[in-house]
């Protein structure tokens, strides 16, 4: 038989994805409901914009965050993750730079009892002291860890550099910060942000109808409203990049060397932003991209290299990391560039442009595999104000870019000379 | 609450050369998972070259016979892929858009089929897994503790060592014959399971498993003669010094192997200790007492006799043994006093929904599918949920007696080296 052949391959040109439906809870809050899965498991989304950028002092956002599930005035900690954890469902909190979430994931047939828990903790949490000294002591021995490792440290510089140290996007808490947040400061975070109107909701699921109900009882009719003067939504400050193009942090005892080169750059809004998306695949968004295949495949300098468009609310950035061995980092860095250089002034070659292609429009589909992942990824456009069909627009721009539009791209956006340089390891004269 | 059935439909099917085919049809996905489990894990290594079917798994995506490259076909068709070795198996797999499935099965056959055995990709991947190995094991904190607590807790049986191996020499020191020689001993069809789950009919699959898989021959597979671990007979105890952020303890017992009740029972004991917020030893220890910053429980979960770890790091200003006392206390009370009804069912609700959430996708599925046919029967997948709910507080605190003992222990303390 010919197994040299490869068999005839289809390009993948649509996306058929379940259409989530716009509604409004009783309140006026914005829901989106998505009908998908076949198992009896369902996932409500509570988004809040009250990440860190809103915080008036660091740890604020993601503290305030951590602390809800941690009491009430008649529940303990204990006894609300007890409450959740019987019924079997998974309580999540999150924060970031934008936004603040509470998930839970739910066997259907315990969701009422798990939606009434969820409101009353959202609601009425009393931010105890005794949970938040835990909570920071936690916090501080884990941030201790984290600290050891080179690849946490060149993550942290390089925000800084990127967005300007002292910039909502760039500024990163310390071990030393950790200390002075008072429980006080959490409920006041609390009653300006986690409120109707920095909120949405997303629930998904088989049967969505069936949950709908339920949802608005306990987020529609039964939320006090607290906020009825102005809303509070400060605006972002101009970047604060920093003229330093060079970051050297040196850890005499690290075993190897943790890099991130990259530059600030906009968010998915940016008309520019998914033919970019195609061209950091090329770079270093597969395994098979020409990064990976220099430095890792041919030089076998790391175990993993990638580039990454970072997409926030209202900025975003371009990044390459890897962790290399500790004696090669320059000769990386220069592998970068040159790899950046080719990108910019070369036509990217068509057999290598139509694998690309298919690789993403199959990642496109995996994306969508399963109830919850189809949430996260329309979870992300929603909150950014996103068009809800972004993926099916993707798929189109990926199957119609040139490779002279993916040059001129590269050119206007990736200038390698013009790029901050991390590196964080067993580097000895730091300049 | 009642108990749950789960029912996952699948169709089984075996090759003349022995190779097992296991296929779930699911529509409401577009794409179609395909999993190749081979029974060949890091337990059945020579001694003198540990890490090798890890290295393995590497060299694995370094070309076939006829495929000069594994990735960029794979790609070219919308698939992706990956692939892990553990003590007992390993595991490729790949998710491709339903309508290029077929490129998928030329390129996993082909790779069973014969593999391109170069120098150069040994060469490079040796590297990679060489800096692998520095950047999980070596360049994070607590990052050696498996490599520390396996020959601690094994003195015969060979989960002794790691499966990234025992130390980087015996991954440079490989040879291209050594790499032959292991192809032909273990990759094998009939030392395989492919399942596949996704937008695909049973008898599609089967056609072109038949077409692309079929004509490799089977390949003589030497029995498994693995030494069983004897009895622990005395507490076994090590102290590390480390340049860590604070002190740490590991304690591992010595339980019973996949197929035993011991592993379900433990399991759930697991849970109850430590999974979630409001087990056990992160309500008592952590937020009460404030001795550990954060502690686990669980099982290895390994097919022959494994472990049940207990493991947290210290908080600030505590001690290593008041950290270790708190845990027997709590070991303690699981043996003298009560467990309440309704903490065992909640540990029962969160493995069950564990268990549905865990099989959402078809990557997941597919991979469930292998790794039950495995063990022994796709269909398994359908009892664990009996098995769990059918495990009561008396058998609970039996098992917990057995294990328990400090003869049966082996306890890793990694101390705060200050001069770094």
Known sequence: ??????????????????????????????????????????????????????????????????????????????????EFEFYGSYFNISADRDEADITIHSLEKHLEPVLSLMSEVL?????????????????????????????????????????????????????????????????????????????????????????????????????PVKNSGPVTRPGLPPLQTSTLKRSIISRPDAVQTALRMGKPLFSRLHPDFMGLSV???????????????????EKGYTYGISSFLLSLKDSGNFVIGSTVGAEVWEETVSECKK??????????????????????????????????????????????????????????????ITPEEIRTLAGKHLDPSNMAVVAAGPIKNPD | MGSSKYKMEFTKHRLDNGLSIIVNSDYSSPMVAMNILYDIGARDEDPTLTGFAHLFEHLMFGGSANIPDYDSPLQLAGGDNNAFT?????????????????????????????????QESLDVQKKVVIEEYRQRYLNQPYGDAWLLLKPLAYKVHPYLWPTIGKEIRHIEEARLSDVKNFFYSHYAPNNAILSLSGSIQPDEAFKMA???????????????????????????????????????????????????REYYILDLLSDILSNGMSARLFLRLVKDRKLFSDIDAYITGDRDPGLFVICGRIANGVTAEAGMQAIREEISRILDEPIEERELNKVKNRAESQFLFSNLNVQNKALNLSYFEW?????????????????????????AAKIFRDSNCSCLVYAKNEEN
């Open chain 2, 86 to 118: 553990n003590n007992d198996y390993t595991d490729y797999h790949l998710t491709i858009p339903y309508q290029n499935l077929e490129t998928g099965f030329w390129l996993e056959s082909d790779r069973m089929n014969e593999l391109a055995f170069s």
């Open chain 1, 123 to 223: 609601i009425h949490p009393a931010f105890p002291e005794e949970e938040l000294n835990i909570i920071k002591a936690n916090r501080i021995e884990s941030m201790k860890v984290d600290d050891q490792r080179v690849e946490s440290l060149a993550r942290k510089e390089f925000n800084r550099l990127i967005f300007g140290k002292n910039h909502p996007y760039g500024i990163v808490g310390e071990i030393p910060d950790i200390e002075p947040v008072a429980s006080s400061m959490l409920a006041d975070f609390h009653s300006r942000y986690y409120d109707q109107s920095h909120c949405r909701i997303m629930i998904t699921g088989p049967n969505p109808d069936q949950y709908l109900p339920l949802v608005d009882r306990y987020f529609g009719q039964n939320w």
């Open chain 2, 375 to 399: 063990l022994g029967d796709a269909a398994m997948i359908g009892r664990e949920m009996e098995l769990i709910r059918s495990v009561t507080i008396a058998e609970i605190k039996e098992t």
């Open chain 1, 339 to 400: 790899e950046i250089n080719r990108l910019c002034n070369d036509k990217v070659p068509e057999d290598e442009l139509e694998l690309v292609r298919n690789y993403l429009t199959g990642q496109i589909q995996r994306s969508v595999d399963g109830p919850f992942q189809i949430a996260d990824q329309l979870r992300g456009l929603w909150i950014h104000d996103l068009d809800l069909n972004y993926l099916s627009d993707f798929m189109r721009l990926i199957n119609s």
């Open chain 1, 1 to 82: 038989m010919d197994r040299k052949t490869m068999p005839d391959i289809k390009t993948i040109t649509r996306l058929d994805l379940v259409h989530p439906e716009r509604l409004h809870l009783s309140n006026g809050l914005p829901v989106v409901i998505i009908p998908a899965g076949t198992e009896p498991v369902c996932r409500v989304d509570l988004v809040f914009e009250a990440g860190m950028r809103y915080q008036d002092v660091l740890f604020q956002s993601s503290l305030t965050n951590q602390m809800i599930p941690e009491g009430t005035a008649k529940l303990t900690g204990g006894m609300i993750a007890e």
């Open chain 1, 279 to 297: 061209v950091n695949t090329i770079l270093g968004g597969y395994f098979g991209s020409r990064l990976m295949s220099n430095i890792r495949e």
């Open chain 2, 210 to 260: 038949e077409k692309w898989f079929g004509p490799i021959p089977s390949r003589v597979i030497k029995p498994r003669n693995l030494k069983p671990e004897p009895e622990q007979t005395g507490f076994r105890f090590q102290q590390v010094e480390r340049p860590v952020p604070s002190p740490a303890v590991y304690l591992a017992w010595h339980m019973g192997d996949r197929f035993s």
